[in-house]
């Protein structure tokens, strides 16, 4: 029934439809925006919360030779512990990466008073509609867009 000839279309045809699949969740998201911060410096309040979509090039902008930096702080405050430094020369940006869709990210100057002073501003990642939902049922079960390659390679 199948032939060797028959077999090699066959695992053409699933590689390349696996490859189109991996390629189009991988691919930059063409409504993506760049989201401007500009004025960053102590506002005397936190900056009101923002919102992205994964995608998204946030910049951070301020007046030439102020003393000012982007860091994220996964406090979501200004507690400076296991934040990650950005940069310190504006402007500074930042492409909101997938694992944030549904999550908030928060960034904060470390220039000593300056987070106390309200250069602080927290965003809201919009859900990704293109993230495929986790499967209900065995939460052991692996997932992600390298399982089906995987799986397809376990078949040939």
Known sequence: FFTPELSTKMKFSLLSTTFLYWLSAHVAHSDAAVVEIPD???????FPNMTAKVGDI????WAEGANHNVFVNPSGTCDEEESVFLGDTSP??????????????????????????????????????????????????????????????AIM
């Open 40 to 46: 960053w410096a102590p506002l005397g309040q936190p």
């Open 92 to 153: 500074q940006t930042y492409k909101v990466p997938p694992e944030l869709s549904g999550e908030s990210i928060t960034f904060a100057c470390q220039t000593p008073g300056h987070c106390q002073g309200g250069q602080i501003v927290t965003f809201s990642i919009e859900v990704d509609p293109e993230e495929p939902e986790e499967p209900a049922g065995d939460a052991a079960a692996p997932h992600g867009h390298g399982t089906a390659m995987m799986s397809l390679c």
């Open 58 to 61: 946030l910049t951070f902008t």
